[in-house]
């Protein structure tokens, strides 16, 4: 699984979902895929679950799952 770090991300909006799922909004110029790991420093790194549409082409918004370091 790829792991992509972010020096320089915005950061939109997270909110939790239930099973430990959060959905995260990003500004990101990488295009992920379900399995990839997210590394969101200082917010942690996340396994992307899956993605879904954002109608914002700059947007990125997955559902992920946050891994213990």
Same mark, same amino acid.
């Given at each position: ?5 972010? @020096?320089?991300? %915005?950061?939109? =909006?997270?909110?939790? !979902?239930?099973?430990?799922? &959060?959905?995260?909004? #990003?500004? $990101?110029? @990488?295009?992920? %895929?379900?399995? =990839?790991?997210?590394? !969101?420093?200082?917010?942690? &790194?996340?396994?992307? #679950?899956? $993605? ?18």
């Amino acid at each position: 699984m790829p792991r992509f770090r972010y @020096e320089v991300f %915005q950061l939109l =909006d997270m909110q939790a !979902l239930p099973n430990r799922k &959060v959905r995260i909004s #990003v500004i $990101l110029s @990488e295009h992920l %895929q379900p399995g =990839d790991e997210l590394d !969101l420093t200082p917010y942690g &790194v996340w396994r992307v #679950v899956e $993605l879904e549409h954002d109608p914002s082409p700059d947007v990125t918004t997955v559902i992920a799952l946050h891994l213990a370091e």
